[in-house]
């Protein structure tokens, strides 16, 4: 990293002193794939961030990608969408900040995809590096295309992309074949990662990013530009599913190089700028911590569920109830044999799971179908499709099951011990933090393991109602939403600049006169 | 749970089938499959990365999507019926409208067509979804069938002036309706209303009726297809597109021995050669997203320089421009023995068919640098051949006394000689680079 730039980018604040700020901050809230134009966990989530914490200024810039339409969530009034960047669309480059009569005539920047390429996928680069040139994309925006179809920019790739390819060390392998065609395709990523760090932002300060992924990107230029500080919310490790679907994948090698290795060079970037890493769990605090995040940036905040009131009995119909999407990352092909191994003991047991067939996983859902039929489950196992009320289904159930291979801290998990549901679940994520006392585990995939719990609770069910009361007590002591969104409040002003040391007027927009800053 | 590395190597083995990529896979596996918690399984992974293993396979097959090819015969069938119908027209609106206003209506009308279809295919039609995204476009569908609909009403009032406009509405039309994949009964159509005037329906009624069809037509092909939240290709990029495909359609109105009104046949037959030697050689085009891109996925990176894509890729490039050339020639060889005798001079005949073959010449070439994104070269082209097309009518050009459409194809030859051996030389560069 040069030293102009590593001047530019600001030490990590403290997130535990605090700041004395007394105005409310102007949050921009950066998310991929998610809120506001997909339903999903992480959307509902940040829905839940911006409308019970009203007092603060919200603004939203979405990464999209694939065949994403208008927004399903409707904002309140205090959230500004202030931007969308449709990747792999054909959306037209941003204008250069600045004046127009002010602008000088700049040369393309024919190593810039040399050192995206070297500080995203080369296993031991300095993340940071990266940043100059990111800054770059961001003041001359006019110059990517013109850089990107220039030959020598594609001769320094080339250059670049075969030292990564012959990088190895003892924690990563030789790279796998790689071919020619993958090589244009990745340029055609490169030339999206630069354009993603060249899409302005509004003028804000504090940006949260909701993964390590895409949407940092935009940050980390603010960041070097503007000093503005970065919170990152990490629900589920986006490094880590990203090796998660490459391993369950049929794709080849290097394909499958290229997915791990981008996400493992986007999530590096992320820590390295991230002021404060806030996960849902400590659990996840691993990986940050084995990616570079020292332990004293890393905050966890917990997600929390709206205050129960007093549980309904359970049914005692010995009902097993599970939510979640038809994702491999729920692993659904295991509850439906759990199922399976729980009937033959307990022949009057039905199942009833509940949740959608995710864009892009249709084949997934067909698979889980084809399962159900070859097990022969007919009505014991009733796919339930979508709920709007994930948590008043929850009164159905005698047990909960999750059978999830990958999770950060679930809420359906959150929303069963509401409800003085016990739950059955793998341990995975932030799993154990939520359940703790409340439920019975056992590792992902064991179907044996998963089918005795189930079982053991559904014939007692006394037991169930004693494991259920703890988890509904656990809510109301650990995982109240007002405790998690009074993490983000307390989070989100410390790190804000206090207004005493940026002054009373608006900083300027990264479009304006100040990027040049 | 404890589990030396060695155990928990054969556990990320029997998982993947394979040996780990890094470290971090072997984590997600001892994990996700391990039941081993993140605290244990990073430093076990770290150090199952580090066992030795025998090295990755020396090579792999990768699939290649093939590009769905266009519906070319249905396409063909569709253009070559609006040409006809068109041609059909010339004649009755002549003596109708006069031989004057009729010749200034197609003068303009061909290169504001040829124009607005390289804009409409740039915009939207990339892909098979390309009227999805026109329908999405909301602003220039509606300003689209605004313009349509007082076209229609200004033939009713003003057929001579509306004359040009309304010739663009089919030509532009036609394209979006066969693009639908409904050239054929769009065609029948044509045919039957041609038909009509034959049996003594008014020109300008049947042109009105043309007209209205092909707008209704359009709508429909556009409402019918499922709108994509896709983005077209931005405005600038479709803009230049469509000057390029506007400046070389400039050479066909320029060139004054290309006449618009006088000759019985009438020049826009003299068109179907070309236009029918331009679809076979885009139709080979697409073998660059199969045959090429299938050479490059089968060649290692680390031999990036051989020879061997570039050769593929220059056989396609000669392929493509060899049948333009051959179907050209061939079919215009029998328009001429076709309509010769119906010809006012058949030197007349043999040089408009040529010079308009030279004109699908320039098209080919400037398309071609267009489509890869060399749009200055694409530009320089368009313009050269627009520039020797002029200087040769006015008799400025020095040297041999070619016709203008001759000399302005061996000029754009010339000059696109570089770029487009630029673009063989590194077929992957070339891909990469189109952006």
Redesign the interface.
Known sequence: MSAQVAAQVPAPVDATAGNGATGAPRVLLLTEGTYPHVVGGVSTWCDLLVRGLPDLQWAVFAFTAGDVGEPVFELPPQVRATGRLHLWGTARVPRPPGPRRARTRTRNRVHLAAEIVEGLLGWSSDPLALVEGLVWCRLHPDRLVSTFRDEDTWHHYTVALARVLTGADGSSGPAPAFDLSRAVDLYQTVYWLARAAAEPTPSADVSLVTAAAWCSLPAAVDKALHGRPVVLSEHGLYVRESYLAAVRSSDPAAARFLTTRLARGLSRLTYAIADVVAPVTEANAAWEEALGVARERIVAIPNGVPVPGDPRPAPRSRTVVSVGRLDPLKDVHTMLRVAAAVRRRVPDVTFRHYGPVPQGQEAYGDSCLALHRELDLGASFEFMGATTDPTGVMGEADVVLMTSISEGFPMSVLEALSQARPVVTTLVGGVLDAVRGAGLTAPPGDVHALADAVTTLLVDPDLAEQLGERGHRRVLRLFGQQRCLDGYDVLLRAVAPSPLDVGPADLPTTTAAGAGR | MRITPEQAAARVRA??GR???????A???L?????L???SA?PLA?QV??IP?P????????R?TGVVQSESTREVLGLIATLLATTAWVAPLATALGAGSTERAWKIALPISLAVQWFLRRRYLTDARGLGRLRTDRGVAAGGTVLSLLVVVAMLLQPAAALPAALVVTWVGGLLVVVRGWGIPYAACLLAATAAMGLGLPVVTDVLLVVTLTVAAVAAAIVTCPP?????????RSLVAGAIGGTTALLIVVDPTVEWSSWRPFPVIALVPCLLGTVWASRHLNRIWTVL?AA???????D?SSRR?RRVFGRIIVGAFGRLVLLTAAVSVLTYALVHSVATSGRGLALLLLGLGCFGVVGFVAALLESF?RLLAAGVVAVVAVVVAAAAASGRLPGPDLPPLAAAAVAAAVVALWPVA?LVS?P??T?????
């Open positions: 998982g993947l040996d780990p990529q890094d470290a971090l896979e984590s997600v596996v994990e996700a499959w391990g039941g918690t993140a605290r990073l770290r990365a580090a293993r090295s990755s396979p020396a090579g792999f097959s990768r290649v994509s939240s896709l983005a077209p290709t931005p405005w600038p891109l490059l996925a089968s060649t290692d990176f680390g990036r894509h994104s630029r590194q992957d560069r891909l990469a680079t189109m952006i």
